[in-house]
C-alpha cells in the first residue's frame, strides 16, 4: 500500500541545506496500522507530506496504493485519506450535513452521499451526535467527525497527523478503539504520526522510528523493546554485594549494578532469569525481600538505538 525508496527531502534555510527525511525506505502492506514514532524534527510530518502529495520530494520515489506520488498524484488523492492536526469541520454545521456536503464534494450523489454519512456515523459511533453542531463537540467526538471526513471517499488508506494530540487520556483511548474498528470494519490502511509512546507501544501493530530523517527502527513494539531494550530485574536482598557477585555470574546478566539494598541488572528475559537468580541465592543463604521483573518501554528502545531519551527529547508526556 506505501512504498519508497529512498525518499529524500531537503530544505534550503539562509543558505543551508536542512535533510529533514534522508533516504525513507518503507513498505507498509493492506490492513496495517503503523505509527510512526519520533522526537519533534525527526522528519515526520515532512514524511507524511510527501506521502500524500502535498510536498515533492527531492529524490526518491513514493508510490501509495502503486500510484507514483509526482507522476500520478490524482490517483494517490483518490486512495488516500488525510486526517491533519487542524479541524476539518466548520463549527455551525450539524454533523451529518458536513458528512453528506463532504460526499458532495467529491462528487458522489445527494442519496450516495447520505448512505455514506450514515455508514460513518455508524463507523465512528457518532449516531447520537448527527444533528449536533460540529463547534458543539467534545475535543474527542471532534477529532472521531475529522476522521469520518476523511472516509467519506472510501480511501484504502488513512494517514493521521498526530490524531490524539490534546487530548486526555481517556479520549485518547476510546479514539483508539474507533482507529482499531474501523480497520477491523473498513479494512482501511491506517498510518499515523504520534508523539505518545505508551499508545504506540500498546495500541500499535506495528513501529516505525525515525530520528534525523532516517528510520532507526521498524517492527512490533514487542519485538523492539525484547531485540534492543530487553527486561531489568530488581532484588532487594540483605547481602547486596553477594547478590550482584551470584547475578554476574548468570551468563546472560548485563549491567548489574546496586543501589543500597537494590541489585538491577539488565537481562533479554526476565521471566525466565528470575528463578535461576532466586535459585542461586536461596543456595547461597541470601535472604531476598523482594524481586520484580520490569518491562522495557519504546522509550528504552530509544535510548538504546539513539543514547538519547525520547521523552526527554521531547519534553512531553508518555
Ligand atoms: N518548510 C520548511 N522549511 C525549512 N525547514 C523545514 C521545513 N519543514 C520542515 N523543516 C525542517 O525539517 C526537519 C523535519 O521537520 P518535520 O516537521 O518533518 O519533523 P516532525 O518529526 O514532524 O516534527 P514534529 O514532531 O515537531 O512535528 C526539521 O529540522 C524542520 O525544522
Redesign the pocket.
Known sequence: MIRTRGLTRN?K?KRQI?E??RGLDLDVEKGELVAFL??????????LRMLTTLLRPTSGEARIAGHDVLSDAAAVRRRIGYVGQGNGAGPYFRVRDELVTQGRCYGFSAEVSRRRADDLLGTMELEDLANRDAGSLSGGQRRRLDIALGLVHQPDLLFLDEPSSGLDPQNRANLWEHILRLRDLLGTTVFL?T?YLEEADTKAERVVV?DH?RIIADDTAERLKADLAGDHVTVRTDNPARTARIADRIPSTRGVTVDGDAVRMAVPDGAAVLPVLLRALDAATVDVRSAEVQRPTLDDVFLALTGRSLREAEGVPA
Do not use: Q, R
Open positions: 530544505f534555510v536542512v529533514a527525511v519520533g522526537p519533534n524534527g525527526a522528519g515526520k510530518s515532512t514524511s504520526t508523539h525515525i530523517g
